[in-house]
């Protein structure tokens, strides 16, 4: 059974410029409507004798648009089957400007230990141009009304690869964040989405691109700056204060099973993954016709299974156990500096996981033949 619970929560206050994930945009949250369709999921798709689990994960969208209450009914739901053990790790994804007082600690009453804010920038235009629904002040803000809230185990996203017109200093934005001491810190490049407003932007030549020197430059950067402020970068996106890695992404990053609810969700019992309906209305509608809201599954084919342990071995600094052959694969990067091999261990380095792709395919062709 999965010890590993993922529940999408849809909702967002508008769409980022960005953003191509399956998000329901609702000015007022139908949180009695979605806590109701969640409860059916449970009821049809969970364990009916509760199984202990160690962590559980709101993410979206935004789940901090449930609100105080909203967020420690999903909880209640969710624990009906899914037992959090007593030391489990219980994060929702949350915008700034939803951390309140009251809603802080509603969510620690019941039970959530960690937070994920969407920080992204300190840079009013470069928000302003996200479409993200706060400014720079609101990022220290929610993380002094979390801590003031006993929640302090508080990571933060930022995105790097702005387009260059925008004249975000990235430097700046690191330095900003360390002096507000998360214990995390989730890092993820521009990626330019068909269908996005980005895209039309880009596809119409408003804005473009950042280059991939540009990325590179920012990727190293990032790692340099926090590694010697003492953060272990532990996954090729991801930085933690040695005590505070994500354990809900480790599970996922060691391919181990979990449950996953709500709309778009994909969960993994260890052999084939399992997808919901995408979109927020076609599951719901599913659901209140008693109907299983998935969409598909997929058993992995042994060349997939292949694939996934090089991929996921390679993004984390767990690395990767050698198997017969290897090494002649991975002589000419060792010579360029992106691995290294260890006790029979291949880790990438940082300059590595910038062709972690590149990477992962040589050992996979490798290895499949
Ligand atoms: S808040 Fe997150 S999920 Fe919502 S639109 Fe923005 S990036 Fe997408």
């Known amino acids: 059974m999965p010890r590993h619970v993922y529940v999408h929560v ?4 508008r769409r980022c410029s960005y ?8 000015r007022v949250v139908p949180v009695d409507e979605y806590l109701g369709a969640l409860d059916t999921e449970l009821r049809l798709r969970a364990p009916q004798t509760p199984k202990t689990v160690d962590t559980i994960y709101f993410g979206g969208g935004t789940p901090s648009r449930l609100g105080g209450q909203g967020v420690a009914r999903a909880i209640e739901l969710v624990s009906r089957y899914f037992a959090p053990a007593v030391d489990a790790e219980i994060t929702i994804e949350a915008n700034p ?42 990022i220290a803000s929610a993380m002094e009304v979390a801590r003031a809230a006993d929640i302090t185990n508080l990571s933060v996203d930022l995105i790097f ?8 200093n990235w430097q700046s934005d690191i330095e900003q964040l360390l002096k507000l001491n998360p214990s995390h810190i989730s890092l993820y490049g521009l990626t330019i ?3 996005t407003p980005l895209g039309r932007w880009v596809d119409s030549r408003i804005t473009v691109e950042a280059s991939e020197e540009g990325y590179a430059e920012q990727f190293l950067t990032a ?8 953060f272990e970068h532990y996954e090729v996106s991801n930085f933690a204060r040695p005590t505070s890695k994500s354990r809900h992404n480790s599970a996922y990053w060691t391919a181990a099973p979990y449950a996953a609810l ?19 209305a ?42 017969s052959g290897d090494e002649s694969v991975i002589a000419p990067w060792i010579r360029e500096g992106w691995v290294t091999l260890t006790n029979e261990t291949i880790r990438c380095t940082p300059t590595g996981w910038l062709r972690l792709d590149a990477l992962a395919a040589a050992l996979t062709h490798h290895r499949s033949r």
């Open 223 to 230: 790692h340099s700056l926090l590694t010697e402020a003492g």
């Open 10 to 13: 849809p909702f967002c206050a």
């Open 161 to 168: 690869a702005l387009p260059a017109e925008l004249r975000r």
């Open 19 to 26: 953003c191509d994930f399956s998000i329901a945009v609702r």
């Open 262 to 280: 709500g709309p778009s969700a994909h969960e993994f019992d260890g052999a084939a993954r399992r997808w919901n309906l995408r979109h927020y």
């Open 97 to 138: 400007e939803d951390v309140t007082p009251d809603a802080a600690e509603a969510w620690r009453q019941a039970g959530v230990n960690r937070l994920s804010l969407g920080g992204q920038s300190f840079d009013a235009g470069a928000l302003a141009w996200m479409h993200r629904t706060h400014g720079p002040e609101a």
């Open 282 to 323: 076609a599951w719901r509608d599913a659901l209140s016709e008693g109907r299983d809201p998935g969409e598909g599954s997929e058993t992995l084919s042994a060349e997939n299974r292949v694939a996934e342990a090089v991929y996921l071995g390679l993004r984390t600094t767990n690395g990767l156990q050698t198997q």
């Open 193 to 195: 989405e068909a269908g």
